[in-house]
């Protein structure tokens, strides 16, 4: 009795030294990262030291600086200019789609239907040639609509694919029973669903944030001054822009690039987490 | 697809009234849907028919592209292999590290939620280019993982500049960030019944049997949707590759994500790019048709049941 008490103990302090174990290794580089904001080179290179020799602040103070032209306060303003109207146009988008494919019967629904999951599957680089010309051609080119626009046309159907889902769990009798008193389908929607749909909808908005946020591709294509430039593509550019790349200022940068992340993220982790477990999803 | 209501007498007429007005609620995905899905496609395809260039005109050219890409081009063959490379490397390890990891966190521990967010932590960076430039920097040569290796008395590895390890390393970036998947399918095994593992326990089937005869099957559909859609992410990667090595050394980290991008936005050979476009497209069709064709195989949907 007390020896298979003690096996279990031991087992269960296997089991959280192995949790540890895997969680130190998993955040190292980001703790890593951080502490490296603190260094120069020369604490850098060729050390496993953790800790920095002194906490000055030289770096963040330098990094913030940007090339001299734009500080990091103009980057991550147009960051957040570029992917705050992005997030809240498509919730509002992909809400409108949702309710359609979920609520309605029309015709042509089970085909447009089939197509909006198809383009689940359809890769952003078949359309991205294509889509660049129509915008240079609109002069779209060095501006945030090749951004805004495509949200406001719920052009990423895992959001609408995502919403319909959660749409389907609530009962079509609550919509129903709100008629009766004769409010129209657009009452319906604000009134009686969007309030029951606040957890799904915040899901959607802090993945389609988040996906912005780190985005690349896109904005390296269609941004290209550097008074439009976002964190992405300063940091990018902070790598050429000296011949002997001052690390210390480059990790402090990176670190406060993805500190709004993490500070959203441990602000609303179930939503985080429920979205992916109830919606499936990429990284 | 469930509808609602009940469609008797004027009821009937009142509903499809009302039914009309959705497609005003459809009218920006359905604008979206030609304006920015169904013509770029199509343009794409046309272009990839052509020898289009910002610079020049768009003739017709017919197969040229194609032709080009399969036996000319050597830069091309090289990508294929590497985006292939890339996508056997990332995937498999990525949702075996995920399912691993989530059926060991699968029991009865404290703490579960403050877990699972922390290894979720690594997947909030998806493609940044901050943790792509902290993946140069920790696997510099003189680095802290080649620190760690000399501490160690292991010998130190030239990470980035030799083209054996280049796309390895790059792949470590992106099988790091395993977690959205892990917290999936730790979804998947709480909704696995518990009666199925009682059944097991009577039948006398020990851990592995119950693995691959409870577990597998009944998060199945889950591992099924994972694999597609980080199939079809890897087989686009391009942030890393273009960040950390620019393609380097020696090419062997020049993905086909990145040719696309360097053949239409820096070269400007719009229609050449978009040849490029289309096999990654060809690409991704085959792979899920595949998949789907082995998925009644192995997948297992709880309506087969009945």
């Known amino acids: 009795m007390l020896a298979k008490r003690k096996n279990k103990t031991v087992n269960r302090v296997f089991t959280y030294l192995l949790i540890a174990v895997i969680g130190l290794a998993l955040l190292y580089p980001i703790i890593w990262m951080f502490f490296a904001s603190f260094k120069t080179n020369e604490e850098i290179y060729g050390s496993t030291r953790l800790l920095p020799a002194g906490f000055s602040f030289h770096n963040f103070v330098d990094g913030w600086k940007g ?38 019967r029309f015709r042509g ?16 680089s078949v359309l991205m040639i294509p889509r660049y010309s129509m915008y240079s051609g609109w002069g779209w080119i060095n501006t945030y609509l090749p951004f805004y626009v495509p949200a406001a046309l719920a052009s990423n159907s895992f959001f609408i694919y995502m919403l319909v889902q959660f749409l389907h769990g609530i009962p079509g009798e609550l919509d129903e029973s709100a008629c009766i008193d004769g409010c129209g389908s657009f009452r319906i929607l604000v009134q009686i669903l969007l309030p029951l749909m606040k957890p799904a909808l915040f899901s959607a908005g802090l993945f389609q944030f988040m996906w912005t946020y780190n985005d690349y591709l896109n904005q390296l294509i269609f941004i290209n001054s550097g008074e439009k430039y976002t964190v992405s593509l300063a940091l990018r550019m902070s790598l050429d822009a000296e011949a002997i790349v001052n690390w210390g200022k480059v990790m402090a940068i990176s670190f406060i690039a993805v500190l709004p992340l993490m500070i959203l993220f441990f602000a609303a982790q179930k939503y985080f987490v429920e979205g992916i477990a109830t919606s499936g999803l990429k990284g | 697809m469930k509808t609602n209501g009940k469609k008797t007498g004027s009821g009937r007429i ?27 496609f199509f343009s794409s395809l046309y272009y990839s028919f052509t020898d289009y260039k910002v610079t020049g005109g768009m ?28 996508t056997l490397y990332t995937v498999p390890l990525k949702l075996t590290m ?24 690594p997947s909030l960076f998806g493609g940044s280019v901050a943790i792509a430039v902290l993946w140069k920097l920790m696997f510099l040569d ?55 593992y009682e059944a097991a326990d009577i039948d006398g089937s020990g851990k592995i049997a119950k693995f691959i005869h409870v577990t597998l099957p009944q998060i199945s559909p889950i591992i099924f949707f994972t694999l597609i859609m980080q199939t079809i992410q890897a087989l686009q990667n391009f942030t890393s590759a273009f960040v950390i090595t620019n393609g380097g050394p020696l090419k062997s980290t020049y993905v086909l994500g990145m040719m696309l991008y360097k053949e239409g936005f820096a070269y400007f050979n719009m229609g050449y790019a978009s040849s490029i476009s289309w096999v990654i497209f060809a690409m991704i069709v085959v792979v899920t048709l595949l998949l789907f064709r082995s998925s009644s195989a192995w997948v297992f949907y709880e309506d087969e049941e009945k």
């Open chain 2, 142 to 196: 003189n680095g802290v993982i080649n620190a760690m290796l000399t501490a160690l008395h292991l010998p130190n590895i030239q990470f980035w500049g030799d083209h054996r390890y280049a796309l390895k390393t790059i792949c470590s970036l992106e099988i790091w960030q395993f977690g959205s998947s892990m917290v999936m399918f730790l979804a998947a095994l709480k909704n696995v019944p518990k009666e199925l």
């Open chain 1, 109 to 124: 629904k089970n085909i447009l239907f089939a197509v909006m999951i198809a383009l689940l599957m359809l890769p952003n």
């Open chain 2, 14 to 40: 009142a509903y499809r009234k009302r039914d009309r007005v959705a497609y005003l609620y459809l009218l920006p995905w359905l604008i979206g849907l030609v304006m920015l899905q169904f013509f770029p």
């Open chain 2, 59 to 86: 003739n017709w050219i017919g197969l040229d592209n194609y032709i080009r890409l399969f036996t000319k081009d050597a830069d091309f063959h090289n990508s294929l292999k590497v985006t292939v490379l890339y």
């Open chain 1, 67 to 104: 090339n001299g032209v734009y500080t990091y306060a103009r980057y991550f303003f147009n960051t957040f200019k570029l992917v705050i109207p992005v997030t809240l146009l498509t919730l509002v988008s992909s809400t409108l789609a949702a309710y359609a494919f979920e609520r309605f």
């Open chain 2, 98 to 121: 995920a399912l691993a990891i989530a059926m060991f966190l699968n029991r009865d521990i404290k703490g579960i939620n403050l877990i699972r967010t922390l290894y979720y932590i």
